[in-house]
């Protein structure tokens, strides 16, 4: 992805310098993938406290370090990648005669307080709705490369798309009416909502990559960095890789076939509204 020299995002909060990194407990790359199937873009962080117990408390507030692309050249491309967010979702919204609410995105390390509870590494990338904030580490990425075996900046790029549909979908209302619908439904039931949430999240990361596609700022292999690290985190996939065996009632995030179909649907349709999983007859 062709990023230098862009425009940077001035929505980045930089915690790293505050932070510590907290050793993982026992388990190994096994713990790590249980938590990454359970916790990959976007599921409340209180849930995942109540098994690893009290983290490390992080102070709110702003934080401005060096984002140069010399000395911090990932931090960097992350606030372009942002950036490139915002000028598409306020063009998109603008059409609909809104406005965009943009979102905060956090750096840490190791571990930090938000809204929905303590953030910790091994729950990658997440997004919390109350306080409309993404949160990374970015040391995930090295994960992404080397235990998820998604490598290349545009699967970097989709990861924070995907973050920034889950804020689409809190503005808009949808995230709400989900979690409304699933109080009164059974656990199997109230997953399948949770799947249709991050599907629609995937496709809306590809409807932006279309746009980044129009601006002639992708470059070759882009795109399929994008759909392995689609395919990579599919709900099967993980769970045959941390447990050995596949679960589909326990599913939340959808299969690696699922999460490959809505990112391209999204990317070939340039369009938010083909991204309703919520009415489709299939998913």
């Known amino acids: 992805m062709r990023w230098r020299n862009r425009r940077a995002s001035q929505n980045v909060e930089d915690r790293r310098t505050r932070s510590q990194r907290k050793p993982l407990a026992k388990g190994g790359i096994v713990g790590v993938l249980i938590l990454l199937a359970a916790w990959y873009f976007g599921i409340d962080p209180n849930l995942i406290n109540q098994v690893a117990g009290p983290l490390l408390d992080v102070p709110s507030g702003n934080t401005h370090s060096d984002l140069s692309p010399d000395s911090d050249p990932l931090a960097q491309f992350t606030s372009v990648v942002l950036a490139d967010t915002e000028t598409f979702w306020q063009r998109a919204f603008a059409e609909q005669q809104q406005e965009y609410q943009e979102p905060t995105l956090v750096l840490y390390r190791g571990a ?121 985190i599919g709900d099967d996939r993980l769970q045959m890789q941390s447990q050995g065996r596949i679960v589909p009632d326990s599913f939340t995030h959808g299969t690696s076939a699922q999460r490959l179909r809505w990112f391209q649907l999204g990317f070939t349709t340039h369009d938010p509204s083909a991204c309703d999983t919520f009415n489709a007859s299939e998913l």
């Not at 235990?147 to 924070?160: C, E, R, T, W």
């Not at 798309?161 to 808009?172: C, F, M, N, Y």
């Not at 199997?188 to 999240?201: H, I």
């Not at 399929?224 to 689609?230: L, P, R, S, Y």
């Open 112 to 232: 930090t307080q938000t809204h929905c509870g303590t953030g910790q590494a091994a729950m990658g990338p997440f997004y919390c709705p109350a306080d409309q904030t993404i949160y990374i580490d970015l040391s995930f990425y090295e994960d992404l490369r080397q235990q998820l075996g998604a490598p290349g900046d545009f699967a970097q790029a989709y990861v924070i798309a995907h973050e920034v549909g889950h804020h689409i979908q809190t503005l808009t209302g949808i995230s709400q009416a989900m979690h409304q619908r699933q109080q009164r439904m059974s656990e199997a039931a109230a997953n399948q909502e949770s799947v249709k949430l991050e599907l629609q999240a995937d496709c809306l990361a590809g409807v932006w990559a279309s746009y980044i596609d129009q601006q002639q700022w992708l470059e070759s292999g882009d795109i399929e960095e994008a759909m392995q690290a689609a395919e990579a």
